[in-house]
């Protein structure tokens, strides 16, 4: 069974730009929940998307946004990068909707700004 | 918000050695659950708690959740090389569905 697959897995953008990653849950999942992982501020929860609608959402700006289309893959952007937003980013699934909290972890998409 | 504190931050053992390290919140959680990350790898589900008083074996590994539903731990029995990483705790409140509050994670390192 194929794993939680994410999209680009490295990528260097500069200030201003934005950004689109990718995420292919395992097969099955229907929820896909999105992580940022820096070294200050650890795991934060970005939002939990199932059955192409959000369910939660975690503490960060507007600049970060996500959707999920019908086959339960989904993109998170991140729109005028700053600095502070070079992170590892992780994707995540669960077969859904019960919330066992089991998440399923990509090997994330390593954003640099510069 | 909530937060989760997770000690120790680092630990250095000997291969063989019994390693502790745990988790405590002021918040109440429903759910308890630990992760190891291995560089350059997403975390990986090692041991999910569910119910208050709960202790949970996975091979080596033994955790619990403790019975005011604010702390946890996890045990690892005669350690080896390959238990090397990092590891988090994260709860879950009441049908908040993938969103986890992880801790800050115990950095394992594991001498042969």
């Known amino acids: 069974k194929a794993g939680v697959t994410q999209t680009p897995r490295y990528l260097i953008k500069t200030r201003g730009q934005q950004v689109t990653l990718s995420c292919s849950p395992i097969?099955?999942?229907?929820?896909v929940s999105w992580y940022q992982q820096t070294p200050g501020q650890g795991l934060q929860f970005l939002f939990e998307y199932f059955s192409e609608t959000q369910r939660n959402k975690g503490n960060f700006p507007g600049r970060f946004s996500g959707r999920q289309f019908s086959n339960s893959r989904s993109e998170m952007n991140v729109s005028t990068l700053e600095l502070g937003d070079s992170a590892l980013y992780l994707c995540?699934?669960?077969?859904?909707?019960?919330?066992?909290?089991?998440?399923?972890f990509g090997e994330g998409s390593r954003l640099t700004v510069l | 918000g909530q937060q989760l504190n997770q000690s120790p931050q680092s630990m250095f053992i000997q291969e063989g050695e019994d390693v502790s390290m745990n988790c405590t919140s002021s918040?109440?959680?429903?759910?308890w659950l630990w992760y190891k990350q291995d560089p350059g790898e997403g975390p990986v589900l090692l041991i999910a708690?569910?119910?208050?008083?709960e202790l949970t074996s996975n091979g080596r590994l033994t955790a619990q959740f403790g019975i005011t539903r604010k702390d946890s731990f996890l045990n690892i029995s005669a350690s080896i090389p390959s238990d090397v990483g990092i590891y988090f705790c994260?709860?879950?409140?009441?049908?908040?569905?993938?969103?986890?509050?992880f801790g800050q994670g115990t950095e394992l390192s594991v001498k042969p």
């Open positions: 097969s099955g999942h229907r929820s």
């Open positions: 708690l569910y119910k208050a008083g």
């Open positions: 995540a699934s669960m077969r859904g909707p019960l919330n066992t909290g089991e998440l399923f």
């Open positions: 918040s109440i959680f429903n759910t």
């Open positions: 994260a709860g879950q409140t009441f049908n908040q569905g993938g969103k986890l509050i």
